[in-house]
């Protein structure tokens, strides 16, 4: 569980360190015209991004479990370690290059560049599709040469993980799908920026995870 | 009042995103008001489920061998499903869901949660969830009766009840409910950072937001750990993976499953299940620092230290969940290690304790029932935490931990006291939340029978765990540790049990028959400070502030400041109009 513990105890120290910046030295029970001039909102920026952020930090708790369990589960005498197709790598290109696209998607909803959008995001999907897809063909790899989940629970890990991984990225594209859609039927830079702005994030963080499992995955 | 320069402008107002029919105002609504109330009677009916389940135990635990309608399958069945009811599907679903969405946009001052739509698919997850719960009593096997914990392996071996089907639905209605939870709570996060209104900064939020907030953070990072926990037990059942399951023997036979960890499984439930405490506790004293505050005419004692300590407990309840485990075995550094961190937690439980009753101190006192019950939760939570300090003593614990010591100070610290606060806050909010007041004299009535039932039930219940009666069991024979003072003892709490469980029928009558009966409420009837006392309509309508959104200018506490006409200035109110106690010289 230190996994675990370092990742939360990050977190925590994250929004405890925060909030206790913004509680010291203030006095509530005096009336500050200064206290009364506060818009409300904490942060300078919008609900989603906020809201984003702290799915991510439920999203990290998920993968930081998973990743606690494992390496509790893999000190037990059965454990019997795979070899990971090297389809995987292709996997990872094609995630990687996902992420990239989605950054160049991002840069030209930001700037305003209506023609790249399109582009952007049928690369960005594409991509995305390829690497889950490339998943699948991975499982039915293993699973022809025999690495059965209830075989050994190594290959359960594999599977597992992966799939929760990928059960992350198809809520990626739903959202994918929702801002392609609104940019085909016509609609303006600014109108999906948020929206593209939060998927590149939401990729980024997604592909880290993804690293993190794979190197996690060969190492063991 | 104050709440007239507000209301004053309500004819203004034209409202035109109400919702029409009945199904887009009490089915599929987005406001958070009418949210938090589907969120709390659904909680609330599944709970009175889990009361009446304990019901019957404590029939065959005061009365063995009296029953036959109860047998050791529905024994067990009962228990484990009434304690995850009590943990999950009502304390947790009626703090956060349905006061976290009460509560949240009015006192902070929004219109309501950021994300309305996500907030409706919330109750409605959480709804399919209850369900499924439901439903496993109905599958073949019926319910799992594996103990609330759930530990493999006999949670997924044959011989427990439900281990056909009922372990899987169960499991399946907690990630359901994980799934709901998770966007009720980013909902409530976001709320609380981004939509307050203008002046009303953090330190200026009532003690009830603080605690609701820091629970949602905790549930948002401690439910993952009990959702890893069921997928992985799922897979175990359903497709025979190891990742708890052992080898195991099985009417003569060695199972396929090799290896599996069930110490694994304990740590992440009690990953999940430490800071789960703290999830229901934290809102409670939120609420009932509220309560205090308001029934007692004088401002929190201890404003900045309550909320510091409600960050401090949030921190550290990640970091003791081992004391659950000690019977599991550990090494010894590991034990003292979480000892000594679970009576850490005791420092700003305690300070909160002692704020709560300093309070109380000089006070201008109104026992009415809110107060009565938040009075009655500083005693049953004192109580449940003292015991809490032995058992968080390795030493200590290993010989109590299997009997019902155990069960009556988890009761106390997380069952009744929670308990008490619930009832006091729907009493307190109820003028809000339907424009009546509540009868008096019935609440009393509910007041003390809860009160002092909970304590004839729990506290002979420490002497028989002293006396080294298991839990656990359905039975327990003649044994030599069941001297008979405690098998007539066992007799008496179950009696206790009834009488409690059948004053509940009081709560019910009351808050029903007042719907309609009750007298009108007042729209501020307690002379509160909080924003969500001030708003131009009593109920709320949707948009909870008519035209304009209010504008804060002090904390919530400024009770009997001298030298103001009223013992109450809302939050609302100028310091032109309303000098803040301190700027009169007031100390605090």
Redesign the interface.
């Known amino acids: 569980m230190y996994i675990t513990l370092i990742f939360l105890g990050i977190i925590m120290a994250t929004i405890i360190t925060w909030l206790l910046r913004q509680t010291l030295n203030t006095q509530p029970w005096v009336s500050e015209p200064a206290d009364d001039a506060v818009s409300g909102a904490s942060m300078d920026s919008n609900s989603k991004t906020v809201a984003l952020t702290a799915f991510l930090a439920v999203a990290t708790s998920v993968f930081a479990l998973f990743i606690s369990a494992y390496t509790i589960r893999m000190e037990e005498p059965d454990w019997r370690p795979l070899a990971e197709p090297t389809l995987l790598w292709a996997n990872t290109v094609a995630l990687i290059l996902a992420s990239v696209a989605y950054h160049w998607t991002r840069n030209a909803a930001v700037n305003g560049i209506q023609e790249r959008l399109k582009p952007g995001l049928m690369l960005s999907g594409a991509l995305t599709i390829l690497f889950l897809l490339g998943q699948i063909v991975a499982w039915q790899q293993l699973s022809a040469a025999g690495y059965y989940a209830d075989r050994n629970v190594a290959n359960a890990f594999f599977y597992m993980l992966t799939a929760a991984h990928g059960m992350h990225m198809l809520g990626g594209l739903w959202v994918w799908a929702r801002s392609t859609i609104k940019v085909w039927t016509g609609a303006e830079a600014d109108s999906v920026r948020l929206s593209i702005e939060l998927c590149t994030v939401y990729w980024h963080f997604l592909l880290l995870v993804w690293i993190v499992l794979f190197g996690m995955l060969l190492s063991t | 009042m104050a709440y007239v320069s507000i209301a004053d402008r309500d004819h203004e107002v034209e409202h035109h995103d109400d919702p029409q029919t009945f199904i887009t105002k009490y089915v599929w609504s987005q406001d958070h008001k009418v949210i938090a109330i589907q969120y709390g009677a659904l909680a609330i009916a599944i709970g009175l489920v889990g009361m009446l389940m304990s019901s019957v135990f404590r029939l065959q635990l005061g009365f063995p061998d009296t029953f036959e309608f109860i047998n050791p399958e529905n024994y067990y069945q009962f228990v484990t499903v009434h304690g995850m009811i009590m943990v999950v599907y009502l304390l947790t679903a009626l703090f956060l869901g349905g006061f976290g969405n009460y509560l949240i946009p009015l006192m ?2 929004s219109r309501d949660m ?2 309305p739509f996500m907030n409706m698919l919330s109750v409605w997850v959480f709804g399919l969830s209850v369900l499924i719960l439901v439903a496993s009593f109905f599958v073949p096997g019926g319910a799992t009766g594996a103990g609330w914990t759930l530990y493999p392996p006999h949670a997924i071996s044959p011989g427990t009840p439900g281990t056909e089907w009922g372990i899987v639905l169960m499991l399946a209605s907690l990630g359901v409910f994980i799934v709901a939870f ?1 966007m009720g ?3 409530y ?3 609380i ?12 939020m009532p003690l009830s937001i603080w605690g609701i907030f820091v629970a949602t ?1 905790l549930g ?3 439910f ?2 009990l ?2 926990a069921a ?2 037990m799922l ?1 175990d059942k359903l ?5 708890f399951m052992p080898a195991v023997i099985q009417a003569g036979e060695l199972t ?1 499953n ?4 069930p110490v ?1 499984f304990q ?2 439930f009690w ?1 999940f299940g430490h800071p789960e405490v703290y999830i229901v506790a934290l809102p409670a004293f939120g609420l009932v620092s509220d309560l205090l505050s308001t029934h007692a005419r004088k ?1 929190i004692f201890g ?2 230290m309550m ?2 300590a409600i ?1 401090a407990i ?2 550290l309840s ?2 003791v969940w081992a004391h659950h485990m000690y019977v599991s075995g550990m090494n010894p550094y590991f034990g003292f290690f979480f000892a000594t961190t679970t009576l850490i937690i005791a420092v700003p439980t305690a300070l909160k304790v002692y704020n709560w009753v300093l309070t109380l101190w000089q006070g201008n006192i109104h026992l009415r029932a809110p107060m009565l019950f938040a009075i009655g939760f500083i005693f049953t939570f004192t109580h449940g935490g003292l015991t809490g300090l032995f058992l968080g003593n390795v030493t200590i614990d290993l010989p109590l931990s299997d009997t019902y010591f155990v069960v009556a100070h988890f009761h106390m610290v997380m069952g009744v006291s929670p308990v008490l606060v619930l009832f006091g806050a729907i009493y307190h909010w109820y003028p809000k939340m339907t424009g009546r007041m509540y009868n008096e004299t019935i609440a009393k009535w509910h007041f003390w029978l809860t009160f002092l039932g909970a304590y004839a039930l729990y506290l002979p219940m420490h002497y028989i765990g002293f006396l080294g009666v298991p839990r656990r069991y359905f039975a327990m024979g003649d044994t030599a540790f069941m001297p008979d003072s405690a098998v007539t003892l066992n007799a008496a709490m179950t009696v206790s049990a009834l009488v409690v469980a059948a004053s509940q029928l009081l709560f019910f009558y009351n808050i029903f028959v007042s719907l309609k009966k009750g007298e009108k409420a007042d729209p501020n009837p307690w002379k509160a400070t909080t924003l969500e006392w001030q708003t131009p309509d009593n109920p709320p309508k949707h948009g909870n502030w008519g035209h304009d959104l209010p ?5 919530a ?2 009770y009997s400041v001298p030298g103001y006409k009223d013992d109450f200035i809302p939050q609302n109110v ?2 032109s109009e309303a ?5 009169h010289g007031v100390s ?1």
């Open positions: 902070c001052g950021v994300f998770t709570g980013l909902n996060v976001t709320t950072l981004q939509a307050r209104c203008k002046g009303m900064t953090l330190m200026r953070i948002l990072l401690a993952p750990a959702l890893v997928i992985m897979l497709i025979g993976t190891s990742f396929t090799v290896g599996g960890s694994l740590h992440l990953f401002n404003y900045r909320v510091w960050l949030g921190g990640f970091i504008e804060v200018h002090r904390w506490y400024d100028p310091a000098p803040a106690g301190r700027d605090h």
